[in-house]
């Protein structure tokens, strides 16, 4: 017999959502584990003391954490989504009959809420991870990934040169300002602010660009804008960076920097920068808080992996100054050796191929800030040397420029030609590269949603907040603490000294 089942909408009058979720959903365990109470208190100063209430602040992160498990960026789809799912609205403490918050409403509060606040969120739930025995401390790797902002490259304006002060800047303003007065966005200009010496090292590369002959896609058009961060920035985002990612086009992103735990992979450290700058001049700060965090939960840092965009001699270092082992390939232009150029430690010098000595004569620092000792060699020995045209054509005596970092720069690169360097390697491959990959594409930090780099920080937070609360559920969850074994090893050491305290008479007698 045929069955049909024949609706008829309902007026329950007894129903309980923690009856229809399962014990172990995932956000039923959510809420058995979060205890966000501390909201009420960080955030009381926000707000003033009339008007209308405001959203509760623990469903505020609720909300969005959940956005970032379920990979929903959209603060409008969140919320349609939310109510739609019975353990979502059991564990953001709502009923059926109630309307969630405006979504406009969340955004409102995501601005209204400072970073610091989305931080201490982030090392609540590493402290979970770190007490439930999924982070060693050890060993921590560093990786970073371009994220697309929340801006279009077509809306990119040249800024306005200070003073004029070359033809590329006067080109510049007079190829674009027709383009400014038509789109009428840009009120105050931003003013360019990078060095001359700079500005004419983009003009030479944009011409070699024009002149080769194998030229990049569109390079060769007429009409086609050769953009930089020096000359160019997006009104609309104003924090947001051009930057290009190998077989990628270019694009305005953010730059994301993490550092990964290697014993589970937890996230232990994760921040907003600008996309144009070098990964090697982040290292030092995401050093200091990734140890800072590590030491409050009374864990070492002893060894850094990162890739040979970190390699940097003030980077080497720095690790070796805070007693950590950087695990970082030498950057290629790094010549260990100079051939035909012995190096004498002891005498600081250098010798030539005709056995001249080129001893050291001073530091000098050039246009980017960098550090260097110069050697040379007397020019009366190099004015009778048959191999000067080849050795010194230009000058009146061979000179060597060195970094000032040459000791730690050997030390590293030692490192990493050893079968230790080689096994570090693919931990880190292994460790924080799945880690961005599971980010972009399962916990919505494929683009920021947001503007300005405050907010990419606290969207890569919340990314990161919900990535490690996946990871302590699945993991961590019904582990022993840390808390609770040293208070077990405590108790057996006290028994273990009592017990030597009663043997020790009667040894004695």
Known sequence: MQGRKNYTEKLFLSFRLSDRVPKDNLYRRLRETLELGFLYRDTKELYGRTGNPSIDPVVFFKLLITGYLENITSDRKLVEH?????????????????ELPWHSTISRTRQLYPESLFEKLFNKIFALCVDSGMVSGH???????????????????????????????????????????????????????APEHELKRMEKHHQNLRESPVRPSGASHKRARLLSNKTHYNPHDPDARISVKSGKARKLNYRCSMAVDTAE??????????????????????????????????????????????????????????????????????????????????????????DRPLPFKRLSTNKDGTVLKNYWAAPRDCKACPMKPQCAPKTKCKKIARTIYDEPYLRAYARQHSERGWQMKRLRQSTVEPVFGSLTQFYGLRKIGVLGKAGAHKVMLMAAIAFNLKKYLKKGE????????????STLQGFLTAFHQQIQPSRLS
């Open 82 to 98: 939310c109510s739609m799912r019975m353990d979502v609205l059991y564990f953001l403490g709502y009923d059926l009959d109630e």
């Open 478 to 489: 019904g582990k022993p603490s840390i808390g609770i074994l040293r208070t077990i090893m």
């Open 139 to 193: 060993t921590q790797a560093v990786d970073s990934a371009p994220i697309k902002a929340n801006a279009s490259m077509e809306s990119v304006v040249p800024k306005m040169p200070a003073t004029p002060m070359d033809d590329h800047l006067k080109k510049v303003s007079e190829e674009n300002g027709a383009t400014e007065q038509r789109q009428g966005k840009i009120d105050s200009p931003a003013h360019i602010s």
């Open 265 to 354: 992979g937890v996230i232990s450290h994760i921040q907003a920068d600008f996309a144009d700058g070098r990964d090697s001049q982040y290292l030092k700060g995401i050093g200091l808080k990734v140890q800072n965090r590590l030491w409050k939960s009374e864990l070492i840092m002893t060894d850094l992996l990162a890739d040979a965009g970190y390699s940097n001699g003030g980077n080497y270092d720095f690790l070796e100054q805070r007693k950590v082992t950087g695990w970082i390939p030498v950057f290629g232009k790094y010549k260990p050796e100079l051939e035909g150029f012995p190096y004498n430690r002891e005498r600081d010098e250098y010798s030539c191929p005709m």
